[in-house]
């Protein structure tokens, strides 16, 4: 039974030194990278060889995007909605892609790992194969996502439970401007 959803879209507007106040904590955030699977294994997950401080300072503004997967009935299956996230995912990097190049000096921020090539060439040691779309996460740079979404947009990051869906999934990135 496929995932029934309708699509909701917020942004909101900060400051990179705002937001990081608020929102960055490199040393807290790195390591529970270290749970997921991506960790060492994509050239836009940690670790780096570089401090992502780095990315954050070079940056004066933030637009945040949030993609919001609506459920439209309670109780569907998780799995159907995980892909349904996964396929909403190239929707909203099409469009963080769209904002970048209308936008000069901006950086987009991706919701998650970066999926562009099947296998990433990090796990081989070789460099990134596409070096011109790589782009980091707001997690992978240290930032905190859920308080993120509860501060700018007033919502609660919700979770699966016992093969179910949330009411809504979200994926949360934006846009780092000069």
Request: a neutral charge; proline letters at 8%.
């Given at each position: 039974?496929?995932?029934?959803?309708?699509?909701?879209?917020?942004?909101?507007?900060?400051t990179t030194a705002a937001f990081v106040v608020r929102?960055?904590?490199?040393?807290?955030?790195l390591p529970l990278c270290r749970r997921c699977d991506s960790y060492g294994t994509r050239w836009t997950c940690p670790p780096f060889d570089f401090d992502?401080?780095?990315?954050?300072?070079?940056?004066t503004g933030l637009l945040l995007y949030a993609r919001i997967l609506q459920a439209?009935?309670?109780?569907?299956?998780?799995?159907?909605?995980?892909?349904?996230?996964?396929?909403?995912?190239?929707?909203?990097?099409d469009k963080l892609q769209q904002w970048e190049r209308d936008t000069p000096d901006s950086r987009m921020l991706l919701a998650g790992t970066c999926?562009?090539?099947?296998?990433?060439?990090?796990?081989?040691?070789?460099?990134?194969?596409?070096?011109?779309?790589?782009?980091?996460?707001?997690?992978?740079?240290?930032?905190?996502?859920?308080g993120c979404l509860q501060q700018y947009f007033h919502m609660?990051?919700?979770?699966?439970?016992?093969?179910?869906?949330p009411d809504y999934l979200v994926l949360v990135g934006g846009l780092l401007l000069k």
């Open positions: 039974m496929p995932f029934h959803y309708h699509i909701r879209e917020l942004t909101a507007k900060t929102f960055v904590w490199v040393e807290k955030f992502p401080m780095t990315i954050w300072h070079n940056y439209d009935t309670p109780e569907q299956p998780l799995e159907e909605a995980l892909a349904a996230l996964k396929r909403e995912k190239l929707l909203y990097r999926h562009e090539c099947e296998a990433c060439e990090k796990t081989q040691g070789r460099p990134c194969k596409k070096p011109e779309l790589l782009r980091y996460s707001i997690e992978a740079l240290g930032g905190d996502v859920e609660p990051m919700l979770w699966g439970r016992a093969g179910k869906a």
